[in-house]
């Protein structure tokens, strides 16, 4: 069984992104691991894994404009099956 059951990823579109205070908010705030936020002060790209992927998506979309979404079951495709 994995810890964190959902692969989140997305990109963050908007002005003065500072990719250090993302990241450090979410591995701060969001119980999870594997965290990519990189970019620059237009875009940024998060990649993690979480139980609780609507935090991330809530917090990212406070942000800046959210598109690119995807949200994959880890635990469904460890088992054969879409995730």
Known sequence: ?????FDTQLLIEGENLDEDEIHDYIQQN?????????????????????NTPWKV?????SKGDIFDVV????????????G
């Not at 069984?1 to 059951?5: I, R, V």
């Not at 949200?71 to 879409?82: I, P, T």
């Open 71 to 82: 949200v994959e079951n880890m635990e469904r495709q460890e088992h054969g099956l879409k």
């Open 30 to 50: 969001i119980p999870g691991d594997c965290l990519i936020a990189a970019g620059d002060e237009e875009l940024i790209k998060i990649h993690f894994h979480t």
């Open 57 to 61: 998506l809530e917090y990212c979309a």
């Open 1 to 5: 069984m994995l810890e964190f059951q």
